[in-house]
């Protein structure tokens, strides 16, 4: 099992940045990829960005690129979400994510954290 633990989210009024982090219990040759997703309330989870393990190879949704950028510190086992120039459709409960796979799907993630909500006031 690898356990994901999140955290960085809070209220932020738009226009202003936010540095989600990640922290993997472990590393395992299961996990390819770690990614973001995130769930707006009322609707359903969607993808944010995925880096792939060893390439740092990054997947981005069209809504985010340009404003955010997943990162991942190797030795740490940690993924890093920063977002820039937030909006308030940006509102959600940001959720990390791994699996064997590049996981821009939710039926792709083998595990997921608890999530961390993330508030933008306009």
């Known amino acids: 099992q690898v356990q994901l633990v999140e955290s960085g989210g809070g209220l932020v009024q738009a226009g202003g940045s936010l540095r989600l982090s990640c922290a993997a219990s472990?590393?395992?040759?299961?996990?390819?990829?770690m990614g973001w997703f995130r769930q707006p309330p009322g609707k359903e989870r969607e993808f944010v960005a995925a880096?792939?393990?060893?390439?740092?190879?990054?997947y981005y949704a069209d809504s985010v690129k340009g404003r955010i950028t997943i990162s991942r510190d190797y030795v740490e086992n940690t993924v890093y979400l920063e977002m820039n120039s937030l909006k308030p459709e940006d509102t959600a409960v940001y959720y990390c994510?791994?699996?064997?796979?590049?996981?821009?799907?939710?039926?792709?993630?083998?595990?997921w954290g608890k999530g961390t909500l993330v508030t933008v006031s306009s």
């Open positions: 880096i792939t393990w060893s390439t740092g190879g990054t």
């Open positions: 472990r590393r395992t040759f299961r996990v390819y990829a």
């Open positions: 994510a791994a699996g064997s796979a590049v996981i821009t799907t939710t039926a792709r993630v083998d595990y």
